[in-house]
């Protein structure tokens, strides 16, 4: 069981829906929370971090942490065809040093 | 500062060649960070640089792998006798405090034909 699972997709939305991507991960020693986009050929790009379980909201974007379910998810309200990427989730623990990625989810965002 | 450089962009090598790749963080980052994703997959992490010292290595990292931080500055990594199955794209990144995510480079896509 790889330690951090997410839903490949492709996903694919109408411009302006809201969009919901998920991950969730197998050990509670995880602490730290990331998503990344990444456009094609390009490296990833951070988007949000979080700690604690709950919300964080930044413009368009809400990370959502729930520790108790080991579940994190990343949503985006009023989609762009600029949004279009592939979006990973990303966890460590606290003290480590070592990011630990889902395999990403690609998505795209049809004007 | 213009962010995490990385040469080349593209390397294209036959098998059993030795390749080497450069890469040029943050400067006011201590910590280096070296990444390999392949098609469709997240990045796997293979070596960790503090300043000069390389505290920690990926079993990703066969003895066909060696990377260097002289100085604490510029790193590379050097493939030698590449295989196939090296081919993928390898990242470089740098950060201050890791658990508040780092920064990436553009990679390096490695070809081995």
């Known amino acids: 069981q790889k330690e951090v699972e997410q839903d490949p997709g492709p996903l694919s939305v109408p411009e302006g829906a809201i969009v919901s991507l998920n991950c969730t991960y197998s050990n509670s020693a995880f602490q730290y929370f990331m998503w990344y986009r990444q456009y094609s050929r390009k490296g990833p790009e951070l988007l949000m971090y979080?700690?604690?379980?709950g919300n964080k909201e930044d413009g368009r974007f809400t990370a959502q942490v729930d520790k108790s379910s080991k579940y994190i998810s990343l949503f985006i309200r009023d989609s762009q065809p600029s949004d279009s990427a592939t979006y990973l989730c990303?966890?460590?623990?606290?003290?480590?040093?070592?990011?630990?990625f889902g395999q990403g989810t690609r998505l795209t965002i049809n004007p | 500062d213009t962010g995490v450089s990385q040469n080349p962009r593209h390397k294209i090598t036959k098998r059993g060649q030795n390749v080497t790749f450069r890469c040029d963080p943050i400067s006011e980052h201590n910590r280096l960070y070296w990444y390999r994703q392949t098609l469709g997959q997240g990045p796997e992490f293979l070596t960790y640089?503090?300043?000069?010292?390389?505290?920690?290595k990926s079993r990703l990292l066969s003895d066909r792998f060696s990377a260097e931080r002289p100085k604490g500055s510029f790193s590379t990594l050097e493939i030698q006798r590449t295989e196939q199955g090296d081919s993928a794209m390898y990242l470089c990144?740098?950060?201050?405090?890791?658990?508040?995510?780092?920064?990436f480079g553009s990679g390096t896509r490695l070809t081995v034909v």
């Open positions: 990144a740098s950060s201050l405090m890791a658990v508040y995510g780092y920064t």
């Open positions: 990303a966890i460590i623990i606290q003290g480590a040093q070592k990011l630990v």
């Open positions: 979080t700690y604690s379980s």
């Open positions: 640089f503090q300043n000069e010292a390389q505290l920690e």
